[in-house]
């Protein structure tokens, strides 16, 4: 079974940083792409940042500058580096990640259960 779990998340006040982790579990052949996303009471989820399996990377222009999102294949992890946080910034961060559970199969998607950031002014 296929489990993706995040940590890193707390209470940080406005200009400090954090760093979320998230580890892919399981049986698997690839990781296909890996993601961060994140919701906001009231809000809709929203991408945060995205890296794919050659490294290439996309940031929502709400965090671009400030957050760097970085994977180690061989430990199954992908980070999320956040800087300079803002109380905007505030919301349960989630990872999401492609996976190939055996060369033939195709890609599914994966989330983790979610990680709370709380930036306090």
């Known amino acids: 079974q296929v489990q993706l779990v995040e940590s890193g998340g707390g209470l940080v006040q406005v200009g400090g940083s954090l760093r979320l982790s998230c580890v892919v579990s399981g049986s698997i052949f690839r990781i296909n792409y890996m993601r961060w996303y994140r919701q906001a009471p009231g809000n809709q989820r929203e991408l945060v940042a995205a890296?794919?399996?050659?490294?290439?990377?996309t940031y929502a222009d709400s965090v671009k500058g400030r957050f760097t999102i970085s994977r180690d294949n061989a430990k199954r992890t992908v980070y999320l580096q956040m800087n300079s946080l803002k109380p905007e910034d505030t919301a349960v961060y989630y990872c999401?990640?492609?996976?190939?559970?055996?060369?033939?199969?195709?890609?599914?998607?994966?989330w983790g259960q979610g990680t709370q950031v709380t930036v306090s002014s």
């Open positions: 999401n990640a492609g996976v190939m559970k055996v060369v033939t199969s195709p890609v599914t998607d994966y």
């Open positions: 890296i794919t399996s050659g490294g290439s990377t």
